[in-house]
């Protein structure tokens, strides 16, 4: 579910779409948004540019033919002019390496890959992850009431706020409808791009009462990134400004949880920078008798058993199902697990080895050529169907440009299920076609690494000062052991990221070598 509402969870470039396809509840179930995805498919006549059951095993660029030779699990190999990957940010699972897990007998899963059948009628079952992925599923379980237990194995305890789900009434629809653009403009040039405006406001600018009232406000309307975000304009940044905050969500928590042991687990103590967490009804679920919190903070697992859990003092959790909802190895690791191999033989694993992943404009690496991630490594850290979006326009113009320009004799006729070279029109920052200097003069666009070096640097300072920073997560790739923790996000919000590399595109490609 995460932090985005259904009027955001769309494509943007329909306004007869927008206005028509309905939703019930301001966040999506998975299930919608796959009927959402398969009817946009349907009306835009787009399946058949899709082949699946087909894996990326590796690709290779060619200077010589200057193509992409793209390796695929159905022993076809294609000759691609431009391989555009949306290998997905959030995507190879991290499974935790927990010492004799192929011991256990009883059904363990992953929250990324569930399989459509399980029943946990009547089960002991236990989860491992407290993101924002175990505090759904608990508060899913919890609720159905179907579990005969219910234990959270829980690392780091979470600040959490409600979601403000609930169904959505007919003015409010209406009210989405009449102003769409609006809403589209307003969140594609905001910060987090969550459909409100950001708040500038220092938190010690107003009375202690003031704030409380603000607070509870933002508690009430709920969202994670509107109560972190919209709230006060330094809860991020300044150490007393969060610890405002986060006294105020732990005081929630105490007047939620009756049990003083188990409100004493769930309440958080370092900083309120993990992940802007939303739930629906997640705390209140501990007051069941049959859901608890085993702190392997304070007892870490040591291994699993035949049937169960084992922690550090000794004591067994008997469970018949397990359940990991551990996260991600997130952004590159969908890319370093694959061989893709640029100029020089070099991959993007080698490439990356030493500093972690980066980029130039979270979309080209150098050495690269024709190559275009789609929220690659520092890219905007903000809600993501429009960042992807962003992504989307910026690497449609980045071709269209190529193309465009191409004095050369490749053809972008000579693309096997390649993105062909068409221009979206709806590109916000597209590149001007007036290029000189820098213009490509083949179709080839490679970053240079000075740029990927500058860009590197500035996501470093622009996330410098968030107290993100100071806390392990995905976000900065420390979720995983023996992954190095960088930068891994341009933390200068989506409307100023665009911006930014408007003015780049516009200034003759900036940053990208002529070939
Ligand atoms: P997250 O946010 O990475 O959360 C993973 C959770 O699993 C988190 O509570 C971790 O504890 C915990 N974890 C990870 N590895 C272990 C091990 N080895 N042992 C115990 N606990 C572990 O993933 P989600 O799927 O919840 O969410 C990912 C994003 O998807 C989210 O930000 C939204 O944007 C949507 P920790 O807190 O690190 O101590």
Same mark, same amino acid.
Not at 67 to 78: A, G, K, P, Q
Not at 106 to 134: F, M, N, Q
Not at 311 to 325: S, W
Not at 418 to 443: E, F, I, L, Q, R
């Given at each position: 579910?995460?932090?985005?509402?259904?009027?955001?969870?769309?494509?943007?470039?329909?306004?007869?779409?927008?206005?028509?396809?309905?939703?019930?509840?301001?966040?999506?179930?998975?299930?919608?948004?796959?009927?959402?995805?398969?009817?946009?498919?349907?009306?835009?006549?787009?399946?058949?540019?899709?082949?699946?059951?087909?894996?990326?095993?590796?690709?290779?660029?060619?200077?010589?033919?200057?193509?992409?030779?793209?390796?695929?699990?159905?022993?076809?190999?294609?000759?691609?002019?431009?391989?555009?990957?949306?290998?997905?940010?959030?995507?190879?699972?991290?499974?935790?390496?927990?010492?004799?897990?192929?011991?256990?007998?009883?059904?363990?899963?992953?929250?990324?890959?569930?399989?459509?059948?399980?029943?946990?009628?009547?089960?002991?079952?236990?989860?491992?992850?407290?993101?924002?992925?175990?505090?759904?599923?608990?508060?899913?379980?919890?609720?159905?009431?179907?579990?005969?237990?219910?234990?959270?194995?829980?690392?780091?305890?979470?600040?959490?706020?409600?979601?403000?789900?609930?169904?959505?009434?007919?003015?409010?629809?209406?009210?989405?409808?009449?102003?769409?653009?609006?809403?589209?403009?307003?969140?594609?040039?905001?910060?987090?791009?969550?459909?409100?405006?950001?708040?500038?406001?220092?938190?010690?600018?107003?009375?202690?009462?003031?704030?409380?009232?603000?607070?509870?406000?933002?508690?009430?309307?709920?969202?994670?990134?509107?109560?972190?975000?919209?709230?006060?304009?330094?809860?991020?940044?300044?150490?007393?400004?969060?610890?405002?905050?986060?006294?105020?969500?732990?005081?929630?928590?105490?007047?939620?949880?009756?049990?003083?042991?188990?409100?004493?687990?769930?309440?958080?103590?370092?900083?309120?920078?993990?992940?802007?967490?939303?739930?629906?009804?997640?705390?209140?679920?501990?007051?069941?008798?049959?859901? $608890?919190? =085993? @702190?392997?903070?304070?007892?870490? *697992? !040591?291994?699993?058993?035949? %049937? #169960?859990?084992?922690?550090? &003092?000794?004591?067994?959790?008997?469970?018949?199902?397990?359940?990991?909802?551990?996260?991600? $190895?997130? =952004? @590159?690791?969908?890319?370093?697990? *694959? !061989?893709?191999?640029?100029? %020089? #033989?070099?991959?993007?694993? &080698?490439?990356?080895?030493?500093?972690?992943?980066?980029?130039?404009?979270?979309?080209?690496?150098?050495?690269?050529?024709?190559?275009?991630?789609?929220?690659?490594?520092?890219?905007?850290?903000?809600?993501?169907?429009?960042?992807?979006?962003?992504?989307?326009?910026?690497?449609?113009?980045?071709?269209?440009?190529?193309?465009?320009?191409?004095?050369?004799?490749?053809?972008?006729?000579?693309?096997?299920?390649?993105?062909?070279?068409?221009?979206?029109?709806?590109?916000?920052?597209?590149?001007?076609?007036?290029?000189?200097?820098?213009?490509?003069?083949?179709?080839?666009?490679?970053?240079?690494?000075?740029?990927?070096?500058?860009?590197?640097?500035?996501?470093?300072?622009?996330?410098?000062?968030?107290?993100?920073?100071?806390?392990?997560?995905?976000?900065?790739?420390?979720?995983?052991?023996?992954?190095?923790?960088?930068?891994?996000?341009?933390?200068?919000?989506?409307?100023?990221?665009?911006?930014?590399?408007?003015?780049?595109?516009?200034?003759?490609?900036?940053?990208?070598?002529?070939?």
């Amino acid at each position: 579910m995460g932090s985005t509402q259904s009027f955001l969870y769309r494509y943007s470039w329909d306004q007869e779409d927008l206005e028509t396809y309905p939703w019930d509840s301001h966040y999506l179930q998975a299930s919608e948004i796959l009927a959402y995805l398969k009817h946009v498919v349907k009306k835009y006549d787009l399946r058949k540019h899709f082949q699946f059951k087909t894996e990326l095993l590796a690709a290779q660029w060619s200077d010589e033919e200057r193509r992409w030779f793209v390796t695929l699990s159905t022993n076809e190999i294609l000759k691609v002019k431009y391989l555009v990957t949306g290998l997905g940010l959030l995507s190879k699972t991290n499974f935790p390496k927990i010492h004799n897990l192929d011991k256990y007998e009883g059904e363990l899963y992953h929250t990324a890959r569930w399989p459509e059948d399980v029943s946990l009628k009547g089960k002991r079952v236990g989860v491992i992850g407290s993101g924002s992925t175990g505090i759904q599923v608990i508060t899913a379980l919890a609720k159905a009431e179907e579990v005969k237990e219910l234990l959270s194995f829980q690392r780091s305890p979470q600040y959490s706020v409600p979601a403000g789900n609930g169904l959505v009434s007919a003015e409010h629809r209406k009210h989405v409808n009449e102003t769409y653009r609006e809403i589209w403009d307003q969140a594609k040039n905001s910060l987090f791009a969550y459909g409100f405006e950001e708040s500038k406001r220092p938190t010690f600018s107003v009375t202690p009462e003031e704030r409380e009232q603000i607070y509870e406000e933002a508690w009430q309307k709920g969202n994670g990134f509107r109560f972190m975000f919209w709230t006060f304009g330094d809860i991020t940044v300044n150490e007393e400004a969060n610890k405002a905050a986060a006294e105020f969500i732990r005081n929630k928590i105490r007047n939620t949880v009756k049990d003083p042991e188990k409100a004493r687990k769930l309440c958080p103590t370092d900083w309120y920078a993990r992940r802007p967490l939303c739930d629906t009804g997640y705390y209140e679920q501990f007051n069941r008798d049959n859901v $608890d919190i =085993v @702190d392997i903070k304070a007892n870490p *697992i !040591t291994e699993l058993t035949q %049937n #169960g859990i084992k922690t550090a &003092d000794g004591k067994v959790y008997e469970l018949d199902v397990i359940i990991c909802a551990t996260g991600f $190895d997130a =952004v @590159d690791g969908n890319y370093t697990r *694959i !061989t893709i191999q640029g100029r %020089n #033989g070099e991959t993007l694993k &080698d490439h990356w080895a030493k500093t972690g992943p980066t980029s130039y404009l979270g979309i080209a690496v150098p050495n690269f050529p024709n190559l275009f991630m789609i929220s690659g490594p520092n890219g905007p850290f903000s809600n993501l169907p429009p960042a992807i979006e962003s992504h989307v326009e910026i690497i449609s113009d980045l071709i269209a440009t190529a193309e465009k320009n191409a004095t050369h004799l490749i053809k972008a006729a000579d693309v096997v299920n390649g993105v062909n070279g068409t221009k979206d029109s709806h590109g916000a920052n597209g590149a001007n076609g007036h290029m000189n200097g820098n213009t490509p003069k083949n179709g080839i666009i490679e970053a240079e690494p000075e740029a990927e070096k500058q860009w590197t640097e500035l996501c470093d300072e622009l996330s410098s000062k968030s107290l993100f920073r100071r806390v392990d997560s995905w976000i900065f790739g420390s979720n995983v052991p023996g992954k190095k923790t960088t930068s891994m996000f341009w933390f200068g919000g989506l409307g100023p990221y665009r911006k930014t590399v408007k003015e780049i595109l516009d200034d003759d490609l900036r940053g990208f070598k002529p070939l």
